[in-house]
């Protein structure tokens, strides 16, 4: 029996179509058509899955929420097997055992009524799990080499997509500042004799959400749909509190998606990106310096407790911040919202304590 409001046809079509504007542009015709087949296939097939179930007893957001999740992984995961070195007549093999376990582990955190943030969290987790095992065991049968083998363990797209939105930020940030340099100069050039220049902000600087702001709101909510509860606390708190509140209720939205094209999604996050305002200066002193602080306050077997769950570079930036040295595989934006991460965790800890 159909779930009302839910045609996994049409979201199929829909997820489909993004995922041919999203795959890397380096990639040939028989690669882009194995990602987007893949993606298409594994919602067609959860899709018809829950839809199917009676015993389920799903709403048409849980339906969403299921179906979704699946294409996304299906998406980065099947990336990572073009990048990995495995010949591609053993991706389909391991898809379909990630494909499987997303479902059962969606399915289950439903009907345990597990939060949605959590439910992200545990899926990342097994995911990365499972993935790893079925290298592992392609290794293990003689199909792949020991040097393949760790190589496709090192691929993680879904990593490299945040990477690289760090590093466009990092490189915008800097041309504004550069902007904003040559402009304050000219104003001085243009300044009459003996009137001083006004110091302070830029006049006429837009906010950022000026414009459609309501659309490039429901844009942003559309990113931090896909991230856990604390790390959307992470980039709200670079909003006005009103603008940051409109985000949270849009993050909270059901099936958000279907009210936003993705190619005016992605074009509005665009001009946010070079219209925020410029913080100050990030160094990696000053990261180090930060995180120097909170192991004054904090034992460094806490600190490691709050990233445990946590990808390998995590660790790694955390180790050589003990040691007083700055991780360089680390992009300064991504440190600087580790540095909070792991700020708001203790702090957490420290409430739970003392309640």
Same mark, same amino acid.
């Given at each position: 029996? !159909?779930?009302? @409001?839910?045609?996994?046809?049409?979201?199929?079509?829909?997820?489909?179509?993004?995922?041919?504007?999203?795959?890397?542009?380096?990639?040939?015709?028989?690669?882009?058509?194995?990602?987007?087949?893949?993606?298409?296939?594994?919602?067609?097939?959860? @899709?018809?899955?829950?839809?199917?179930? $009676?015993?389920?007893?799903?709403?048409?957001?849980?339906?969403?929420?299921?179906?979704?999740?699946?294409?996304?992984? %299906?998406?980065?995961?099947?990336?990572?097997?073009?990048?990995?070195?495995?010949?591609?007549?053993?991706?389909?093999? #391991?898809?379909?055992?990630?494909?499987?376990?997303?479902?059962?582990?969606?399915?289950?955190?439903?009907?345990?009524?597990? &939060?949605?943030?959590?439910?992200?969290? =545990?899926?990342?987790?097994?995911?990365?799990?499972?993935?790893?095992?079925?290298?592992?065991?392609?290794?293990?049968?003689?199909?792949?080499?020991?040097?393949?083998?760790?190589?496709? !363990?090192?691929?993680?797209?879904?990593?490299?997509?945040?990477?690289?939105?760090?590093?466009?930020?990092? $490189?915008?940030?800097?041309?504004?500042? !550069? !902007?904003?340099?040559?402009?304050?100069?000219?104003?001085?050039?243009?300044?009459?004799?003996?009137?001083?220049?006004?110091?302070?902000?830029?006049?006429? #600087?837009?906010?950022?959400?000026?414009?459609?702001?309501?659309?490039?709101?429901? %844009?942003?909510?559309?990113?931090?749909?896909?991230?856990?509860?604390?790390?959307?606390?992470?980039? =709200? +708190?670079?909003?006005?509190?009103?603008?940051?509140?409109?985000?949270?209720?849009?993050?909270?939205?059901?099936?958000?998606?279907?009210?936003?094209?993705?190619?005016?999604?992605?074009?509005? =996050?665009?001009?946010?990106?070079?219209?925020? &305002? +410029?913080?100050? +200066?990030?160094?990696?002193?000053?990261?180090?310096?930060?995180?120097?602080?909170?192991?004054?306050?904090?034992?460094?077997?806490?600190?490691?407790?709050?990233?445990?769950?946590?990808? *390998?570079?995590?660790?790694?930036? #955390?180790?050589? %911040?003990?040691?007083?040295?700055?991780?360089? @595989?680390? *992009?300064?934006?991504?440190? +600087?919202?580790?540095?909070?991460?792991?700020?708001?965790?203790?702090?957490?800890?420290?409430?739970?304590?003392?309640?």
């Amino acid at each position: 029996m !159909a779930i009302e @409001g839910f045609d996994y046809k049409e979201f199929a079509k829909m997820m489909s179509s993004q995922a041919g504007e999203l795959v890397p542009a380096n990639f040939n015709k028989m690669q882009k058509d194995y990602v987007v087949k893949t993606l298409t296939n594994f919602t067609l097939l959860a @899709g018809e899955a829950v839809s199917n179930d $009676e015993s389920l007893h799903f709403n048409a957001d849980q339906a969403v929420f299921v179906t979704q999740i699946i294409a996304e992984w %299906s998406f980065h995961k099947s990336i990572d097997l073009v990048h990995s070195g495995i010949m591609p007549e053993h991706w389909d093999g #391991v898809m379909q055992k990630i494909a499987f376990t997303i479902f059962e582990i969606a399915k289950q955190a439903i009907q345990k009524n597990i &939060p949605q943030d959590k439910t992200l969290q =545990l899926i990342e987790h097994h995911v990365d799990k499972t993935y790893k095992e079925a290298i592992a065991d392609l290794e293990k049968r003689g199909i792949i080499s020991s040097e393949i083998s760790e190589q496709a !363990a090192r691929q993680s797209n879904i990593d490299d997509m945040a990477r690289q939105v760090q590093e466009q930020e990092e $490189e915008l940030a800097r041309q504004q500042a !550069a !902007a904003q340099q040559q402009q304050q100069a000219q104003q001085a050039q243009q300044q009459p004799q003996g009137q001083p220049v006004q110091q302070g902000a830029p006049q006429n #600087v837009p906010s950022p959400v000026s414009g459609n702001r309501d659309l490039k709101i429901k %844009s942003i909510a559309m990113v931090l749909k896909l991230l856990d509860q604390r790390r959307v606390n992470a980039v =709200l +708190k670079q909003f006005p509190p009103e603008e940051a509140e409109a985000i949270q209720r849009y993050v909270k939205t059901p099936r958000l998606e279907e009210q936003v094209d993705i190619n005016t999604a992605l074009s509005c =996050l665009e001009d946010l990106k070079k219209i925020m &305002p +410029k913080k100050k +200066k990030l160094s990696q002193d000053n990261v180090v310096h930060e995180m120097d602080k909170v192991f004054n306050k904090h034992d460094m077997e806490e600190v490691e407790q709050t990233v445990k769950s946590e990808r *390998p570079f995590v660790k790694r930036f #955390v180790s050589q %911040s003990y040691e007083g040295d700055y991780y360089q @595989g680390m *992009p300064l934006q991504v440190a +600087k919202i580790l540095v909070n991460y792991v700020k708001d965790n203790l702090k957490d800890d420290e409430n739970n304590g003392q309640g």
